[in-house]
């Protein structure tokens, strides 16, 4: 399974856009990049999930360079209900389960 | 339409003692998998089904059974429970592989004494 590094944590005030990096050097080349949020006391939630380029949904936005070595999980204007754990992945076409790493804890301050 | 619907979500158990988690899903999905979660961890798969009747181990398997008798429920049985159990256990389907997104439970939160 390809691995992926995130940073384990980032703090952010509200209003700001929030861009959490995520590295991924070995991914195969027809891999998927998929975000997972993850709230207090609840199951992860898919958010969004990207090939290559810019995807762009009503709760985030995606970027992958063409090397595809790494993607930014751009949230915009965040609130303090945007505090949550959001977990990178690369999924493999095909593959039968996923591998969730420890994620990246984004806290939002007032 | 609940989603994915994980019983129960909150239990105490002694050690040695046998329990079942229930996770029923009611969008017909293919794929179903069972995670725990523990304080910095993240989620290990336990096991997993790829339709109704099969089942394959994850990454942290021992201590675990699971059975997909209906398409639409996926248990989890701990034999003998032990202290090295107590976690959060989370429920989760898919339509096919993971490249479909997966829709998780609200989890059931054991803990073994």
């Known amino acids: 399974l390809a691995k992926t590094t995130q940073p384990i944590s980032m703090d952010s005030y509200e209003g700001q856009e929030v861009n959490i990096t995520c590295s991924h050097n070995?991914?195969?080349?027809?891999?998927?990049i998929t975000w997972y949020q993850q709230f207090p006391s609840q199951g992860p939630r898919f958010i969004i999930q990207g090939y290559k380029t810019k995807v762009t949904n009503e709760v985030a936005s995606l970027f992958i360079p063409a090397d595809r070595k790494s993607s930014t999980l751009s949230l915009p204007r965040v609130s303090l209900s945007d505090t949550a754990v959001y977990y990178c992945?690369?999924?493999?076409?095909?593959?039968?389960?996923?591998?969730f790493g420890t994620g990246t804890r984004l806290t939002v301050i007032p | 339409n609940a989603g994915v619907t994980q019983t129960p979500k909150f239990r105490v158990l002694k050690t040695g003692q046998s329990m079942t988690l229930l996770c029923a899903q009611d969008?017909?999905?293919?794929?179903m998998y069972w995670y725990r979660q523990d304080p910095g961890m993240g989620l290990r798969l336990i096991h997993y089904s790829v339709g109704e009747g099969t089942t394959a181990k994850g990454e942290v398997p021992d201590g675990y059974n699971v059975s997909r008798l209906k398409k639409q429920n996926f248990l989890l049985g701990l034999e003998s429970a032990a202290p090295s159990q107590t976690s959060v256990y989370f429920c989760?389907?898919?339509?096919?592989?993971?490249?479909?997104?997966?829709?998780f439970g609200s989890g059931t939160r054991l803990t073994v004494v």
């Open positions: 070995n991914i195969a080349t027809n891999d998927y």
């Open positions: 989760a389907s898919s339509y096919g592989a993971p490249n479909y997104g997966y829709t």
């Open positions: 969008m017909n999905h293919e794929y």
């Open positions: 992945l690369a999924v493999k076409t095909g593959a039968n389960n996923l591998f």
